[in-house]
């Protein structure tokens, strides 16, 4: 078992989250730390329980120092990385005991051969390690149609076998992304493989004001959606998916090459045919309200 690591001056809470990996019930644990630059001491952590790491191998590396999402894709590109099973990992999070345990359960009911990932929602919490809340519960079936317009679970959740994990590192040597969390979902479902969302959390998701990415869940979430799609970022994502995507096009089944091919359509033309494409597309987001939002994005050519 293999966990990817990215580290960039989180001193702070990065221990606690060592502390975590190490309370694994899984017998061997793997880390591979890329830090990316950190100037708080972080290194001297990592070093430091590298010299006493007991669960397997402990590697840290320097990042490419250009950002978080470069510093996943480093690790996922590098053909030292790798096992048969993976884990992305942030450096604030705290995972429950069985965290592994669970993921590698349901992993082994999988097909051989046929790529998998097991994600899950989180349990938020504060600096101090206090409960405030829960992610959003997603009731609707992963799949690459909900893919293409939303990401539904954090990087930090998220474990792959390894034919996942080398059909990311195939799609992530031609292209970069907007986030490691969202294109893994895209190019495991694209691809035809499984993707579970778990509705019991696995991880406690650290709310701070450094988050890269935070929570979805609040009033000011939300409004931060809805301002972003307004803006043109939401429309600037998009792009950047379709990109990436045409240059893994080999790496997606037809019936998702299809899907691609409707959505991008429904982001050029008259309203009424935006719309229209849309609809024939099939795509999907989570909730009512999302769904919604997404046909008003069409409206206003903001795909």
Request: with cysteine.
């Amino acid at each position: 078992m293999t966990v990817a690591l990215a580290v960039y001056n989180g001193a702070r809470h990065l221990q606690r989250q060592l502390d975590s990996l190490a309370a694994q019930t899984v017998a061997a644990v793997d880390v591979w730390a890329s830090d990316d630059g950190s100037s708080d001491g972080s290194r001297a952590i990592l070093q430091d329980n590298a010299a006493r790491w007991s669960k397997g191998a402990f590697t840290v590396v320097d990042g490419p120092r250009c950002g978080f999402a470069e510093n996943f894709r480093s690790m996922i590109t590098d053909p030292r990385v790798g096992g048969d099973h993976v884990a992305f990992c942030d450096q604030d999070d705290v995972w429950e005991p069985d965290k592994l345990a669970r993921a590698l359960a349901y992993l082994a009911t999988r097909p051989a051969g046929r790529p998998a990932l097991h994600c899950s929602r989180t349990l938020l919490i504060d600096e101090e390690d206090r409960p405030i809340g829960h992610s959003t519960p997603f009731a609707r079936p992963p799949s690459f149609r909900n893919a293409l317009v939303q990401s539904i679970a954090g990087a930090n959740t998220m474990v792959m076998n390894r034919p996942a994990w080398e059909l990311l590192r195939t799609a992530c040597a031609r292209t970069g992304f907007v986030s490691h969390d969202w294109w893994a979902y895209m190019i495991v479902s694209g691809a035809g493989g499984d993707v579970f969302y778990a509705q019991d959390p696995d991880t406690r998701y650290r709310q701070h004001k450094g988050n890269s990415i935070g929570e979805n869940t609040s009033l000011g979430a939300r409004l931060s959606r809805v301002r972003r799609v307004m803006a043109g970022r939401f429309r600037e994502w998009n792009t950047r998916n379709l990109a990436g995507l045409a240059s893994c096009a080999d790496l997606l089944t037809p019936e998702a090459r299809a899907v691609v091919e409707r959505y991008a359509a429904a982001r050029h033309g008259p309203p009424h045919r935006r719309v229209a494409a849309l609809g024939r597309s099939g795509v999907y987001r989570q909730t009512r309200g999302g769904q919604a939002g997404l046909y008003v994005a069409a409206l206003l050519n903001r795909l």
